[in-house]
């Protein structure tokens, strides 16, 4: 069964870190791209980063670049995201979800997109 | 990065038709064809409907569809039942090799 299963989330104070795992199964994160989804509560969804499947190409939404790092580890088939200088804008339920995503010289050239979801994990920043 | 804009809410009874728009820039919904949809019901993570502009995924009903002009994708949604009542957001590639969602449609069937 294809499945995300996001943790790590919790209390944090602002100027705090946390780092949230994505474990990954039936399928590899090799193959696959991953990306970091949040929803503050009852607000919309704000993509967050992504990263390929060959770690070739690591994006970040301008609200987090600088702050937030994704990395992926293949053997543990799992993606995280450290999150430094988190601030209380950040508190959100955060989702990993995949995609399955070609590139060609630089340059996507099929996308077919954000397919299956984690059930997420909630991070709060507050004093 | 701006979130492209989605209306608020629309409504419509059952057995209709909806359509909810999605209007970006140049830069991300007008540039590229790899605009796709998601509905949300309470509680659950998001679900792809559409990817691609148009394309529906195995699984989703064909009630769904999806079309682009411009700056601007549309989800309809056709004969409209209770269950389709529920939150939907459409989402861009755009040319700094980011995604970018929109603020949401709060769907009411009547």
């Known amino acids: 069964e294809v499945q995300l299963v996001e943790s790590g989330g919790g209390l944090v104070k602002p100027g705090g870190s946390l780092r949230l795992s994505c474990a990954v199964s039936g399928f590899s994160v090799r193959s696959y791209s991953i990306h970091w989804v949040r929803q503050a509560p009852g607000k919309g969804l704000e993509w967050v980063s992504c990263?390929?499947?060959?770690?070739?190409?690591?994006y970040y939404a301008d609200s987090v670049k600088g702050r937030f790092t994704i990395s992926k580890d293949s053997a543990k088939n799992s993606v995280f995201l450290q999150m430094d200088g988190l601030r209380v804008e950040d508190s959100a339920l955060y989702y990993c979800?995949?995609?399955?995503?070609?590139?060609?010289?630089?340059?996507?050239?099929?996308?077919?997109?954000?397919?299956?979801w984690g059930q997420g994990t909630t991070v709060t920043v507050s004093s | 990065q701006s979130a492209l804009t989605q209306p608020a809410s629309v409504s419509g009874s059952p057995g209709q038709s909806i359509t909810i728009s999605c209007t970006g820039t140049s830069s991300d919904v007008d540039g590229y064809k790899y605009v796709s949809w998601y509905q949300q019901h309470p509680g659950k993570a998001p679900k792809l409907i559409i990817y691609d502009v148009s394309q529906r995924p195995s699984g989703v009903s064909n009630r769904f569809s999806g079309s682009k002009s411009d700056n601007t994708a549309s989800l309809t949604i056709s004969g409209l039942q209770a269950e389709d009542e529920t939150d939907y957001y459409c989402?861009?590639?755009?040319?700094?090799?980011?995604?970018?969602f929109g603020g949401g449609t709060k769907l009411t069937v009547l």
């Open positions: 989402n861009s590639y755009t040319s700094n090799n980011t995604w970018v």
């Open positions: 979800t995949r995609d399955e995503r070609g590139y060609t010289s630089g340059r996507l050239y099929y996308y077919n997109g954000m397919d299956v």
């Open positions: 990263i390929s499947g060959t770690s070739s190409y690591i």
